[in-house]
Structure formats: C-alpha cells, structure tokens
C-alpha cells in the first residue's frame, strides 16, 4: 500500500476549530490536507483493485418467471395464464385452502406462539408427520426406524440437500444421476450447482404423448451401478405422464438389479388423483421392495403454501441388521449439511402443516380440499377435451385426459406456442406444456378455439 494512503483522519470538529485557529496557518493546514487527499485519490486510481467480475456474463432470464412477466404485462382483456405452476380457482385467482385459513388461525391465536428458531433438523412434529404422510402410516421403514427426515426450503430445497448429501457422500468419483427427458427444468440446474455428472433417460414419447418405457428400462439397464435415478413420484412435470402401476413394478425392478439408487422428488402428492396414497403408491411399493432410498417432499402445492417453503428431505435405509445405525449416522450429516446450508428451516409453513397433518379433523379436511383442486383440474382436462372434439381439431387430443397432474403436454411445436400467444393472448412454456389450473368454466372454450386456429394454421 503506497505510504500517500494512509492519511490521517480528519477531525470531526475540523471545521469549528478553523475559527480560533490564525487565517494563514488554516490556510496551510487545508492546503497540505487537500495535496494528502489527492495523492491518496491518485494512488488509490493507480493501484485499483482487480476487478474480478467484469466478465460476469449476462444470464438469461428464468423462463418461467419470465413468461409470468410477460403475461402481467398483457392488457388484452382475454388472456389467459397456462404458464402458472400454482393452482387457480374457477375465477383464475389464487385459493387459500379453507383448511390452511383454520390451522393459520389456530396458530396466531396460540398464546405460546413465538419466533425462535426451529431446530436444525426443523419442527419434530411436522418431519414425523410428513414422513408417515409420504411412507404411509404403516410402513416397515418407520416401524423399524430406518426412516430419518429434515424439514427444508420447500422441494427445491430438498432437492438441493438429496444432492448435495449424494456429491459428499458417494464413492468418487460421483455417479451420474439420470434425469428424465424432459424433466423440471430446475433439476438440471440444482445438480449442476453442486457439480454431478447428469445423464438423461427416454421418458416422453412425442409420437404416443405416454411414457415411453422401452426408452426408459433400455437406458436404465445401461446405466453403471450405483447411479442415481431421479424420479417423479406422481404428477410427472412437465409431461403429466405417469408410470402404471405395472410399470413401476418394472422400474423398481431396474433398480435393484442394477443396483440403482432412486430420488423420488414428491411435489404433487394428492393434488395428482386427490388420494394421498394414490399418489404415493410407487414411494412406498419402492420401500416395501427394500430398496434404499431417498426423497424430497414439497408442500407448496397440495397445501397450496407455495411461498411458505415447507418441505421434507427423507433417507429410508434398506432394512437389515445395521439399518438404523446407518439412519442415525445420515441424520447426523444431514444435520451438518443443513446448518452450513441453512441453519434451520422457516417455521410458519411447517406449522400450518402440522397443525393439519397431526389432527385428525383437519385432516380430514385437508383430503377434501385436495379432491376439490384435483377434481377441478380433472373437469378442465374433460372440458378442454371436449371442446377439442366439437372444433374436431386435427390430431389425437386423448392425452389431455389421459395425462394426470397439474400440466400437460399439448405437444404443439415452439411455433404455434409464440403464435397463440402473439394473436390469442394464451401464455404457455415454449415446449408447449400448458397448467390445467389456469383453465376456467370462463376461458376453456376460447383456449379451444385458439389451440384449434394454432393447430391448423400454423406449423
Ligand atoms: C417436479 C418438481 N419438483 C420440485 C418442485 C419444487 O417446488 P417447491 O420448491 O415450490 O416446493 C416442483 C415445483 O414446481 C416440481 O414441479
């Protein structure tokens, strides 16, 4: 550091003390402060830092986000919002469940209720309950206490920290973790961050618009031992294909003989067929199976507590003599994990959570809001497909009722996606998956009438 740096501080009072001090000597003094001043600037000029971020590329845009920003800017009085990953109601507006309005109330009116913080592992009363939610009360993992759980940010969070424990814990070097094609875009991008090897397996056939399972066991047969297989519990995103039971048979199968590990990502349980266990049936026919497995649980939409971020991370060891052993040796690192990552999760979320999940009324209740969301994305389906059918739009539209979930491949090409959006106001991703909630007894006829304009006009 150049010695014409270091000057000394100015006074505070520097300015009060000029008026008892003679003209000439404050002249001097200003003067020798200013010359400091500038040699201290200059120096300063000559020897600037590096500056280490100038070729920090411009990134692009989260196309979703940015899809939502684009249709909020939108005055045309008919748009329509099919890029949105949350549930609307009938009027296209957000839906507080009446439920959650309960358990927020039951909350705010606890004389007890403070803010500190949760544990690092998070609220002990919601990570049980939402293990038992998604292993099903009875399961052989938590009767024999190789089940271990963390409270996240969400599913994404959970996601994150199933990563990050598999890039710290696995033999090196790391195995891939194959994603399915397509997949949530966000996938790519979490295991990116953390630096694992991804791969892809055939998921979605474009010809059939339904799973394409040969493609799937082909590749996974192939894939080297102990890697990772990502897989959508139910409500698959983007495509809203899921496996058949039977099919899932044939997975799991995979994954033992290949000595696979499955990440099952939970994000839609109960919102898919409004039966928690429906949705749930591959998680725990995986675990019955005996294989090990980890899992990441979202609340966002089946309690519709998007913005809350109340998540579960779960590790179910395989059962033998040193399962519960290797359960609490992974807790305990999941812990460390957590607290560099996060500390300690939010609570409000995760109280409302478990305010429901531990009453059985609530709980109750809490199924029957879940019927109302996914009966009425199941009555859109029916009503889109119909109107299809009286425009007898080219192409087959079965897939739009035989897709289950919040979205839907409509499998119309990038595009008609920016035509319909240019000349009809409809707003969907550019890989033409629509969300069933943004559609309404309102606008599911004019929807029709678009995609059917797009269909035939554009190629
Ligand atoms: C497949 C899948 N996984 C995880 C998430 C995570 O959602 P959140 O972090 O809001 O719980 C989503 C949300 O869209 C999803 O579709």
Redesign the pocket.
């Known amino acids: 550091m150049p010695s014409s740096s270091k000057i000394s501080p100015i006074p505070a009072d520097s300015r009060s003390s000029s008026a008892s001090a003679s003209a000439a000597s404050t002249h001097t003094d200003t003067n020798a402060r200013l010359s400091q001043i500038q040699q201290h600037t200059m120096g300063s000029i000559s020897n600037r830092p590096v500056e280490l971020f100038d070729a920090v590329p411009q990134a692009p845009e989260d196309p979703l986000f940015g899809l939502m920003a684009a249709y909020r800017k939108d005055t045309h009085e008919k748009k329509v919002d099919l890029g949105i990953?949350a549930y609307r109601d009938n009027n296209a507006k957000p839906w507080v469940l009446p439920v959650v309005k309960k358990a927020d109330k039951i909350l705010r009116d606890d004389p007890d209720l403070n803010h500190e913080y949760l544990p690092i592992a998070g609220l002990p009363e919601f990570t049980l309950a939402a293990q038992k939610l998604i292993l099903g009360p009875d399961s052989p993992a938590i009767k024999e206490g190789r089940a271990t759980s963390l409270q996240t940010?969400?599913?994404?969070?959970?996601?994150h920290l199933g990563g990050l424990f598999l890039s710290r814990f696995l033999p090196k070097p790391t195995p891939a973790i194959y994603l399915s094609n397509p997949?949530?875009a966000?996938?790519n991008q979490i295991f990116t961050n953390i630096g694992m090897p991804i791969k892809s397996y055939p998921y979605f056939s474009a010809k059939t618009k339904m799973l394409d399972l040969d493609g799937l066991l082909s590749t996974l047969k192939a894939a080297p031992e102990k890697s990772i297989v990502l897989l959508?519990a139910c409500a698959?995103?983007p495509t809203g294909v899921d496996p058949t039971q039977d099919q899932w048979k044939q997975i799991a199968e995979v994954c033992r003989e290949r000595s696979l590990f499955p990440f099952f990502?939970c994000?839609?349980q109960g919102f898919a067929s409004g039966d928690l266990a429906t949705d749930n049936w591959a998680i725990r026919y995986f675990v019955e199976q005996g294989l090990e497995l980890i899992i990441?649980q979202?609340?966002?939409?089946n309690f519709g507590l998007?913005g809350e971020?109340a998540?579960a991370f779960h590790f179910v060891a395989a059962p033998g003599s040193k399962a519960q052993d290797v359960t609490k040796r992974v807790a305990s690192q999941l812990a460390v994990l957590q607290r560099s990552e996060i500390s300690n999760p939010p609570a409000y979320g995760a109280r409302i959570a478990s305010i429901v999940l531990n009453d059985k009324a609530l709980f109750a209740e809490w199924e029957e809001d879940l019927r109302t969301m996914s009966g009425r994305i199941i009555e859109m389906r029916k009503s889109l497909k119909a109107e299809l059918d009286k425009l007898d739009t080219p192409g087959n539209w079965d897939h739009i009722t035989s897709q289950i979930g919040m979205f839907s491949f409509t499998g119309i090409s990038e595009a008609q996606v920016l035509a319909i959006r240019e000349k009809w106001h409809v707003y969907m991703t550019k890989n033409g998956r629509i969300s069933m909630a943004g559609l309404n007894t309102s606008n599911v006829k004019y929807v029709a009438e678009a995609l059917d304009d797009v269909v035939r006009h554009v190629k």
């Open positions: 990953g940010i969400s599913g994404t969070g959970a996601v997949t949530w966000n996938h959508h698959h995103n990502d994000a839609y990441a979202s609340f966002a939409k998007y971020r998540g």
